[in-house]
């Protein structure tokens, strides 16, 4: 059988489990409940050509049956798994390509025979199935598991997980009311790991790392609406991919990514702004903007004790009072991270995920009246993405004027529009693809990147009054004296590299707009 699966996954603590076997909301089921109990070998070749490839193939007892069940891997999406399912019974459990209702899917992989087939893990689960039909032409499959992973050397991953499945019909509004009705009684947590993805980390040894965002890729036909889908779809899943690594606190680029995501999420909804309605944006914008904040202070010391300590440390060897700041330093770092932990734990940022993926799975912005605005969702969105780019260029360039003689505070402010003009153009450079953008966006990132220096140093002093408001009394006093010799060590490298921060400026208000094409820009902001 060959389907299309669109799943949520919900993952539960051990203690509540019971209670959400209990709820109301999984209680008026179309049939009485079945538990099964649930053995699946995953196998792949030696060389994992098949995860190579987003593929995960299993054998499945189901009571007396062998069920061989071969999966793609989930679309890009905000928070329902969607992919590809073949499923065929085989006689043995050991799986058969040649049974595959679908060959071509494997055909990229080159010849795979039966015996090219190893053991990779295994899951043991305990599954209780519930069938719900909230209304007419819909049915969502509600499988509660619990049960482990094992991998060989005796490794093994507990499981404790709601997967809410729609078995008849594509509306995926049905899967997110009921994950909120079951978050609303029992705390949950998104899980976007399929179970084989957590099985090949588990027998591999790999542990969450961060990741960049991919590049975004819009049809050149796309409409408005289908822009804004895809690239609030396309931050979410930045978000989400780093949220694991950032959970642990162990590398700092996954709090950083999680942090670029959510400005990325923010400037996505103030581009599209004008059509959305008003109190969508006041519903979720607040919301995006305090789990960027939460997140701040992590990132901040991650900075300090990354980037400005370090130099001052090497040149100078043994200093007490940098020894005690750094000391201090990472005390806050570590509060930072526990804030992070509280923050991705709290039900609210569940909460909060729940409703952005509904919003963008259900296409929600169109729950508004018909209006001039709103039908210019329908129009080619290269109509609009080059009037937005010259907005957000005019702005940072007004910002800029004047630039060697502004302040630090401006020159934040100015490299805020960068970013803004920076985002606009990740999002819409798969519509003016060329060596133009691509010398636009290198001076761009030239210049915000000394910005960014620039502001990193500018933190000190904020840094430096949190630990004196936080523990300054309990530290030795020598680290001020360490907190000193930072701000003036960068103060003085900022002092030597202005001529060429003044240069960058220049050359990005000189640069040509890549999509413009053949437009004058007459301003003269410089």
């Known amino acids: 059988m060959s389907s299309l699966e669109i799943e949520l996954k919900l993952a539960v603590a051990p203690s509540d489990m019971d209670r959400l076997r209990g709820l109301s909301c999984l209680s008026d089921t179309i049939a009485k409940p079945k538990v099964k109990s649930l053995d699946s070998i995953y196998f792949d070749t030696e060389d994992r050509r098949l995860v190579a490839a987003g593929l995960s193939l299993r054998v499945r007892r189901v009571g007396r049956k062998l ?47 039966n015996d090219d087939l190893v053991p990779v893990f295994e899951t043991r689960i305990r599954r209780q199935i519930r069938h719900l039909s909230p209304r007419a032409g819909l049915v969502v499959e509600v499988a509660l598991d619990q049960g482990e992973i094992v991998a060989p050397g005796g490794l093994s991953l507990p499981v404790h997980e709601a997967e809410l499945e729609l078995t008849e019909g594509t509306d995926t509004a049905a899967l997110y009311d009921l994950a909120r009705a079951i978050h609303a009684e029992v705390p949950v947590r998104l899980e976007m790991e399929t179970k084989s993805a957590r099985g090949y980390a588990l ?54 990514q999680m942090r670029v995501a959510l400005r990325r999420l923010r400037s996505a909804l103030q581009i599209f702004k004008p059509f959305i ?23 901040e010391w991650d900075v300090f004790l990354g980037e400005l300590l370090p130099p001052v440390s090497v040149a100078l060897q043994g200093h007490d009072g940098l020894a005690s700041l750094e000391m201090a330093a990472r005390a806050a770092r570590d509060r930072g991270y526990a804030q992070v932990r509280a923050t991705l734990a709290d039900p609210a940022h569940t909460a909060l995920l729940l409703d952005l993926a509904a919003w963008v799975d259900g296409r929600g912005w169109r729950n508004q009246p018909v209006s001039e605005q709103s039908t210019l969702l329908l129009s080619p969105v290269i109509d609009m993405a080059g009037a937005l780019l010259d907005k957000r260029h005019r702005q940072a360039r007004k910002r800029g004027r004047g630039f060697a003689r502004l302040a630090p505070a401006p020159r934040h402010e100015l490299r805020i529009s960068l970013k803004k003009l920076r985002y606009a153009a990740d999002f819409f450079r798969s519509l003016y693809e060329g060596k133009a953008l691509r010398r636009f966006l290198e001076d761009m990132s030239a210049f915000q990147d000394r910005l960014g220096h620039l502001q990193d140093v500018a933190t000190v002093d904020k840094l430096v009054a949190e630990l004196e408001g936080t523990a300054g009394a309990a530290l030795p006093a020598d680290w001020r004296l360490g907190a000193g010799l930072v701000a003036g060590w960068h103060a003085r490298g900022l002092h030597d590299l202005e001529e060429d921060t003044v240069a960058d400026w220049h050359r990005f208000a000189d640069a040509k707009p890549f999509w413009q094409d053949g437009k004058e820009d007459g301003d003269g902001e410089r």
Not at 69 to 93: C, D, F, I, M, Q
Not at 96 to 106: A, E, G, K, N, Q
Not at 225 to 251: K, Q, Y
């Open 203 to 256: 027998s591999s040894g790999a542990t969450p790392v961060s990741a960049k965002a991919t590049k975004l890729v819009l049809a050149p036909d796309a409409t408005v609406e289908d822009a804004l889908s895809a690239i609030v779809r396309h931050c979410l899943g930045h978000m989400m991919a780093n949220e694991p690594v950032t959970r642990l606190g162990r590398d700092p680029e996954g709090v950083h």
């Open 67 to 113: 069920i061989q069940t071969l999966k793609s891997a989930p679309k890009p999406g905000a928070g329902a798994l969607v992919r590809g399912e073949w499923e065929v019974e085989v006689a043995h459990p050991r799986p058969d390509l040649s049974l595959l209702p679908d060959p071509t899917v494997i055909e990229g992989l080159g010849e795979i025979a």
């Open 277 to 299: 309605p008003a109190d969508q944006m006041d519903s979720l914008g607040p919301r995006v903007k305090d789990l960027a904040s939460a997140l701040g202070p992590a990132r």
